[in-house]
């Protein structure tokens, strides 16, 4: 059975940093890009970032970019995201994401996490 | 970048009822490379269609997708009422995007 488990949420002052984890079993993790996507709360889903099978390649949304960085360890079967410079709109569920993905361009998401809450606020 | 529009934003229906759920791309989407989702309060996203209209596993088949280009149908034929939920369409990409949501509330 596929899972997907973050960990590392919590709540962090605006300006601050936190570290996402997300623990991958039941498939090969090395071959698969992987996803971040957030949903604030009552709101829609908003992808954030993507990351290629051996880490070469790595796309983010715009609002992030130069904050977040997202990273993998394949011999931990782990994926990461760090996050700086934290604001208020930062704050969401994040889920870690199984992503089909070929040449950069991610077509679905197939298998999802159940999410960690990220609070952005002092 | 690919903007993704649902309508409408709330439906309201009894079980058994027909569901049919809307999805419109500003401009076309390649391939019908698009997706939906399935989202019950306090779940992760369940992935519904990929494709347009090719159901994921284990998905029944009273879930169906259809159109091309711009326009997008999410259809469930009879709802039950673990079917009352909220619905994401998704469109690929280098940035994918995901559309507002359609909330199938029971009426």
């Known amino acids: 059975e596929v899972q997907l488990v973050e960990s590392g949420g919590g709540l962090v002052q605006p300006g601050g940093s936190l570290r996402l984890s997300c623990a991958a079993s039941?498939?090969?993790?090395?071959?698969?890009?992987m996803s971040w996507v957030r949903q604030a709360p009552g709101k829609g889903l908003e992808w954030v970032a993507n990351?290629?099978?051996?880490?070469?390649?790595?796309y983010y949304v715009d609002s992030v970019k130069g904050r977040f960085t997202i990273s993998r360890d394949n011999a931990k079967n782990s994926l990461y995201l760090q996050m700086n410079s934290l604001r208020a709109e930062d704050t969401a569920v994040y889920y870690c994401?199984?992503?089909?993905?070929?040449?950069?361009?991610?077509?679905?998401?197939?298998?999802w996490g159940q999410g960690t809450l990220v609070t952005v606020s002092s | 970048e690919i903007v993704l529009t649902q309508s409408p934003g709330t439906l309201s229906l009894s079980p058994g009822e027909r569901a049919t759920l809307s999805c419109r791309a500003s401009?076309?989407?390649?391939?019908?490379?698009l997706a939906w989702y399935q989202q019950k309060p306090g779940q992760a996203p369940r992935l519904l269609i990929y494709?347009?209209?090719s159901r994921a596993t284990g998905i029944p088949d009273r879930f169906s997708g259809s159109g091309s280009g711009t326009d997008f149908t999410l259809t469930i034929s009879r709802l039950e009422p673990e079917d009352f939920a909220v619905y994401y369409c998704?469109?690929?990409?280098?940035?994918?995007?995901f559309g507002q949501g359609t909330k199938v509330e029971i009426k």
């Open positions: 998704q469109q690929y990409g280098t940035s994918p995007g």
């Open positions: 994401v199984r992503g089909i993905t070929f040449g950069g361009l991610t077509y679905y998401f197939d298998c």
């Open positions: 494709g347009a209209s």
């Open positions: 990351i290629k099978q051996d880490g070469s390649e790595k």
């Open positions: 401009q076309s989407v390649n391939n019908n490379y």
């Open positions: 039941g498939f090969t993790f090395s071959t698969y890009w």
